[in-house]
């Protein structure tokens, strides 16, 4: 098997995160080996642990998002920006991605999927997000979520 570009990988991990939302209190284990099975997706190492990262750290990402995203909280979020922030935040305090690259990243998902204003209002608060880390450094931030979730 070929290995998947970083980038294709990342749409794979959104398209999980975003396959999730739909199933509320499946097994994200569960969920991450039907899709390999179902869509012959390889199993890419970088592909499973920011999808199950993200879904063992929700409640904090949440909190996190809740903060940024003035006036909303997370779970009032569409299903695409949730789930796109949520892994580009997981990338930027987790997975050592440069921040640019991320938010780059998950600008063009909220683009490719989400709603006309979704692609302004995901590079806002992750801006605001990046802002706060290279202000204050990333274990702040994780501070932050888990007091809060």
Known sequence: MSEMSRKEARRNVF???FETEFKKGEDPCLIYASAIEDR????????RGVFLGICEKSAE?????SNYAKGWRADRLSRVSRSVIRL???EILYADIPANVSVSEAVELAKKYGEDKSRAFVNGVLASIVR???AKGKDALIELGSQNS
């Open 40 to 47: 012959e997706i390889p199993d890419d190492e970088y592909m």
């Open 88 to 90: 580009s935040v997981y």
């Open 15 to 17: 398209t999980l995160l």
């Open 132 to 134: 706060d880390v290279e």
């Open 61 to 65: 990402l949440d909190s996190i998002i």
